[in-house]
């Protein structure tokens, strides 16, 4: 199965900033099938992103998705008080699908 | 707009058999346009893909798991249920069910855009 990556395991910034989640596949996801999801304590996970770059629905522009083969990244361009949470990867390009560790965003 | 709501025990013993359900509303589960997911997470073993059903029949499950797993649609209650036999504390976890687009037909190739609110089961003597 494909392992997934994720740094840092915490980015500590302040509101108003730009934040870059890096997500790295053990071997390439095909066609870009990774998905973003964010989590704040006590919910369950929101989708972000699918497709590498397709932002769900409801999910303000802020949110941004890039990469292909074996890197991807996750930008949050201003943070929002609200964007403060846990993010997790996950790959769907190969079987079983599976999720990366998590970056944690905090308030620095 | 799909919600999804997790129900089951809490808290089973070890070497029995944990049933769990989900109610689904705002769509059929009978809809082509969705797989029904499970997928669990602890603090050990991070979030991790127990499985997917259509409404076609197909299901796939995790390898890991797959020979003590069922996920079955009650489609006369509109419900997604799972069952795991021969449980252990390892299986102490949120249980979360969830909807995936239908967009590549593989219940093994799927991302998850809505998600219920998740079950705790923890798994003790």
């Given at each position: 199965?494909?392992?997934?990556?994720?740094?840092?395991?915490?980015?500590?910034?302040?509101?108003?900033?730009?934040?870059?989640?890096?997500?790295?596949?053990?071997?390439?996801?095909?066609?870009?099938?990774?998905?973003?999801?964010?989590?704040?304590?006590?919910?369950?996970?929101?989708?972000?992103?699918?497709?590498?770059?397709?932002?769900?629905?409801?999910?303000?522009?802020?949110?941004?998705?890039?990469?292909?083969?074996?890197?991807?990244?996750?930008?949050?361009?201003?943070?929002?008080?609200?964007?403060?949470?846990?993010?997790?990867?996950?790959?769907?390009?190969?079987?079983?699908?599976?999720?990366?560790?998590?970056?944690?965003?905090?308030?620095? | 707009?799909?919600?999804?709501?997790?129900?089951?025990p809490?808290l089973i013993k070890p070497s029995e058999?944990l049933?769990?359900?989900?109610?689904?509303?705002?769509?059929?589960?009978?809809?082509?346009?969705?797989?029904?997911?499970?997928?669990?997470?602890?603090?050990?073993?991070?979030?991790?893909?127990?499985?997917?059903?259509?409404?076609?029949?197909?299901?796939?499950?995790?390898?890991?798991?797959?020979?003590?797993?069922?996920?079955?649609?009650?489609?006369?209650?509109?419900?997604?249920?799972?069952?795991l036999?021969s449980v252990t504390a390892a299986d102490t976890a949120?249980?979360?069910?969830?909807?995936?687009?239908?967009?590549?037909?593989?219940?093994?190739?799927?991302?998850?855009?809505?998600?219920?609110?998740?079950?705790?089961v923890t798994v003790s003597s």
């Open positions: 199965e494909i392992v997934l990556t994720q740094s840092p395991g915490t980015l500590s910034l302040s509101p108003g900033e730009r934040a870059t989640l890096s997500c790295r596949a053990s071997q390439g996801v095909s066609s870009g099938y990774l998905a973003w999801y964010q989590q704040k304590p006590g919910q369950a996970p929101r989708l972000l992103i699918y497709g590498a770059s397709g932002r769900a629905t409801g999910i303000p522009n802020r949110f941004s998705g890039s990469g292909f083969g074996t890197d991807f990244t996750l930008t949050i361009s201003r943070l929002e008080p609200e964007d403060f949470a846990l993010y997790y990867c996950q790959q769907y390009g190969s079987s079983p699908p599976t999720f990366g560790g998590g970056t944690k965003v905090e308030i620095k | 707009q799909l919600r999804l709501q997790e129900s089951g809490g058999t049933s769990l359900t989900c109610t689904v509303s705002g769509d059929s589960i009978t809809t082509n346009n969705y797989y029904w997911g499970w997928i669990r997470q602890s603090p050990g073993e991070g979030l991790g893909w127990i499985g997917s059903v259509h409404y076609s029949g197909t299901t796939d499950y995790n390898p890991t798991l797959k020979s003590r797993l069922t996920i079955f649609l009650d489609t006369s209650k509109n419900q997604v249920s799972l069952r036999t949120v249980y979360f069910c969830a909807s995936s687009p239908n967009y590549l037909w593989s219940g093994s190739h799927v991302f998850f855009d809505s998600w219920g609110q998740g079950a705790l």
